[in-house]
C-alpha cells in the first residue's frame, strides 16, 4: 500500500494591506527581527519582475504587505506568531514601548497570549504553548 499523498506542508506566507511600506519594515524589523526578502534579477530590465509587494522573512515564515492607500478599519486581519519564551518577548515589547494587550492563559494547551497592532492596526496575536517543541 503505497503512502497517501501530503497535499500541504505548511502556510508559507500570508499577505496583509499596508500603507507606509518603510514604516512597516522598520516596525516588523524591530518587533520580530525579520528582515526584508530583495528577490534576486531585480535589475530594472524589462523581464525582471516588478514585485509591489514588501516581503519580510524571519527563516521559518515569510509575511508579504501590499501597499494600498487606504485600509477599512472594519476589516478584521489577524495572523498569530508563537514566540519562544512568552516573558522575554513581552519584555522585549516593553523596551522598545509597544503595547500589547493583558496577557491570558489557556489551560486546555498549557497556552499564553497576547495581542498587539501593528502601525496600520492589523490584530497580531503573540502565543506561546509550554508543551511544545519546535
Do not use: C
Amino acid at each position: 500500500m503505497t503512502a497517501p499523498v501530503k497535499l500541504a506542508h505548511t502556510i508559507h506566507h500570508v499577505n496583509f494591506p499596508i500603507t507606509d511600506p518603510a514604516k512597516t519594515e522598520k516596525w516588523y524589523t524591530e518587533v520580530f527581527g525579520m528582515s526584508r526578502i530583495i528577490p534576486k534579477g531585480r535589475s530594472g530590465s524589462a523581464n525582471a519582475p516588478k514585485i509591489q509587494a514588501l516581503l519580510m522573512t524571519h527563516g521559518n515564515f515569510d509575511l508579504h504587505f501590499s501597499p494600498v492607500e487606504h485600509i477599512d478599519p472594519k476589516t478584521h486581519y489577524h495572523f498569530a506568531i508563537e514566540v519562544e519564551d512568552f516573558d522575554a518577548f513581552l519584555a522585549h515589547l516593553d523596551a522598545l514601548g509597544v503595547h500589547y494587550d493583558e496577557p491570558y492563559s489557556r489551560p486546555q494547551n498549557n497556552s499564553r497570549t497576547t495581542t498587539l497592532h501593528d502601525p496600520d492596526g492589523h490584530h497580531v496575536e503573540i502565543t506561546h504553548h509550554a508543551d511544545r517543541t519546535w
